[in-house]
């Protein structure tokens, strides 16, 4: 069953990860975005709730290496299934920002790269309205994200959520601008 579980929160960041595209439609939330353009289209967004997770990252284009990682740690299928998900996708800029080295060392130790990968998702739906009277949500992954609000702005653990409230036919996509690392891994660089 752990295993299933891991794989459904890896399916979850791949679906994350594709909807960087989906930038500034906070309209319903408290979230605000942080300047990223608006490239997503009325169309995009109203078949994203037709595909899963998964589909929808893929189908954003901008969450390729959120995409890569969650193919290389196995958890495709995961995030495919029936959910329902809560992920904080990292964009590709996201990744870009980590040190030199640290997306390769990842993809080299699936383990932590699992790790890394189902700290991003929260098991159920929990819309933007929601994870703003949260102080904290516990992951698949075991450990639980800090969640922020100052200002209107909203931040998990350091990241900032620019995207809130993507609907897919299997959960919700929130798309943040930096990668979450559990303090596990943060303790063993």
Do not use: W
């Not at 319903?28 to 975005?33: L, N």
């Not at 967004?45 to 899963?52: E, H, K, R």
């Not at 980590?98 to 790790?115: H, N, W």
């Not at 969640?147 to 943040?176: E, L, R, W």
């Amino acid at each position: 069953m752990k295993k299933t579980t891991l794989t459904l929160a890896a399916a979850a960041l791949i679906a994350v990860a594709a909807t960087p595209s989906f930038a500034g439609d906070c309209a319903s939330s408290k979230a605000q975005t942080s300047g990223q353009s608006d490239i997503r289209t009325a169309s995009f967004v109203s078949q994203a709730a037709d595909m899963n997770i998964v589909e929808t990252a893929i189908a954003a284009g901008n969450f390729t290496t959120l995409v890569a990682a969650i193919q290389a740690a196995g958890l495709v299928e995961a995030l495919s299934g029936e959910g329902p998900f809560t992920v904080f996708a990292p964009t590709d800029a996201a990744f870009a920002a980590l040190p030199a080295g640290t997306v390769e060392g990842l993809l080299a130790d699936k383990e932590k790269l699992t790790a890394v990968l189902t700290y991003h998702v929260v098991p159920g739906i929990v819309m933007a309205e929601e994870v703003v009277e949260l102080n904290k949500a516990e992951t698949l992954q075991g450990e639980s994200v800090k969640i922020k609000v100052k200002k209107g702005v909203v931040t998990i653990d350091d990241a900032t959520v620019v995207t809130t409230d993507i609907m897919t036919s299997n959960g919700v996509i929130h798309v943040i601008d930096a990668v979450l690392l559990p303090k596990m891994n943060k303790d063993k660089k």
